[in-house]
């Protein structure tokens, strides 16, 4: 092996084949216009920014779909997740940049990338289809081109977008399921899934949790009816409290879930709660984090839709998209509508103070075993 190995930084990270690439369709620099340089090159920083997302996500994908996952993986699996988050807020940073783009500026090269569109950004896809996001729940876009279509060629030919889309279509499970499989495994006051008497078990914690959370929003019930100025906001007041202690019974129950689905969707809403409740005994403190990053990372991922949207306002205002949406409108829907971990976010509003908790069972079930009995 030859010594003296001298690594120089432009070979290293490629300098010279980066700078070559924010020539545009016509392949010249020189001909384009700031804005332009400016455009293309925030598009590839985004579009690398992304590349970093999918392999955070896919590590953290893979550390929870395991079988058993190693407590020593979930400080790692943070660190992943709260990686993504950050990587989002730097892409929403970007669009700042863009507004400093006039409309005319823009639209003097706009011309030239129509039908092109962010919209067929196969790594944004894959970022949704890797955290859970179901083709049904995506928005129609009004028009013949549903998001794999846009994906390809405008004959239908394959392309490296939807070739890289469809594979990972098929590369399962999704973030979303593979934490609710580990979130179905948690010991709830010592009992675990296969357990003899594991669903009344479940359940007898749950109407313990209701009974309570009911007290708790008793007391603000009262306490806001008697700070009201008038008969009509009492009755209002009165029927929205009412409506949250039946909203949190029926998330709880599962009300919302098929027969087959119901146990399991009541067990992991149960074990969200019973993480978030004793987060301080040490088996949960990590996956408290893990709950914490997530919905960290999720939101990130919604300001930088609202962000994009807010943006898109300022630069075009509410034209129809390159890519043939409504614009705006259409990227306001999805911030609005597009979200995964649905029951991280909504067992928020059920928490309750950590003195009106009903009492632990079974503690030493949430200690760490010591490696050997020294
Ligand atoms: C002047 C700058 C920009 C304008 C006017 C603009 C406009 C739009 C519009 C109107 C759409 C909706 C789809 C369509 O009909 O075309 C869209 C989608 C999209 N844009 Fe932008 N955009 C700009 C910059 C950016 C930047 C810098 C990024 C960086 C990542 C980006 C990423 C995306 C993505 C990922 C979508 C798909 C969103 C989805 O379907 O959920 N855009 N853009």
């Known amino acids: ?36 340089v400016m455009f293309i090159t925030v598009h590839q920083i985004d579009e690398l920014w992304f ?46 940049l863009m507004e400093t783009m006039t409309t ?13 569109s962010g919209f067929q950004s196969a790594q944004l896809r894959e970022i949704e289809i890797l955290l859970g996001l179901r083709i049904e729940e995506r928005l129609p876009l009004g028009h013949d081109n549903d998001y794999l279509r846009a994906l390809r060629y405008p004959d239908g030919r394959e392309s490296p977008a939807s070739r890289r889309v469809e594979a990972r279509l098929s590369d399962s499970p999704s973030l979303h399921e593979a934490i609710g499989e580990w979130l179905y495994r948690t010991p709830i006051q010592g009992s ?3 357990l003899p008497g594991d669903e009344e078990e479940v359940v007898r914690f749950l109407e313990r949790y209701l009974a309570a959370q009911a007290l708790e929003l008793e007391d603000a019930r009262v306490q806001a009816i008697a700070a009201a ?29 098929t027969p087959e689905q119901r146990r399991r969707w009541s067990r992991i809403r149960a074990a969200l709660v019973f993480i978030e409740s004793y987060r301080e005994l040490p088996l949960l403190a990590w996956p408290r984090e ?33 890519g043939g949406s ?26 309750i103070q950590r003195s009106a908790l009903p009492p632990l069972e079974r503690p030493e079930a949430y200690h760490f075993i010591a490696a050997d009995d020294d």
């Not at 010279?16 to 384009?32: R, T």
């Open 104 to 116: 005319r500026d823009y639209l003097g090269f706009r011309d030239k990338l129509s039908p092109a």
């Open 229 to 257: 100025p008038g008969e009509a906001d009492r009755k209002r007041l009165d029927q929205r409290y009412h409506q949250e202690q039946a909203n949190a019974r029926a998330f709880l129950m599962a009300d919302d879930a």
């Open 1 to 36: 092996m030859a010594s003296g190995k001298s690594t120089v930084y432009w070979d290293y990270i490629k300098i010279e084949e980066l700078l070559a690439l924010q020539s545009g369709i016509a392949d010249s620099d020189a001909e384009l216009a700031n804005d332009e």
């Open 326 to 351: 409504a614009g705006v409108d259409y990227l306001d829907q999805t911030a609005l509508r597009y979200r995964v971990f649905r029951d991280l976010w909504a067992v928020r509003t059920l928490l």
């Open 290 to 322: 893990v709950l914490d990053a997530i919905v960290e990372l999720e939101q990130a991922f919604v300001i930088f839709r609202q962000r994009h949207a807010r943006m898109v306002e300022r630069v075009v205002g509410r034209r129809t998209g390159t």
């Open 51 to 96: 590349k970093l997302a999918i392999r955070e996500l896919v590590h953290v994908r893979d550390l929870f779909a395991r079988e058993k996952v190693r407590e020593q993986s979930l400080s790692s699996a943070v660190r992943g997740i709260r990686r993504t988050a950050l990587l989002f807020e730097m892409v929403t940073g970007h669009f700042a």
């Open 192 to 194: 675990t899934p296969e």
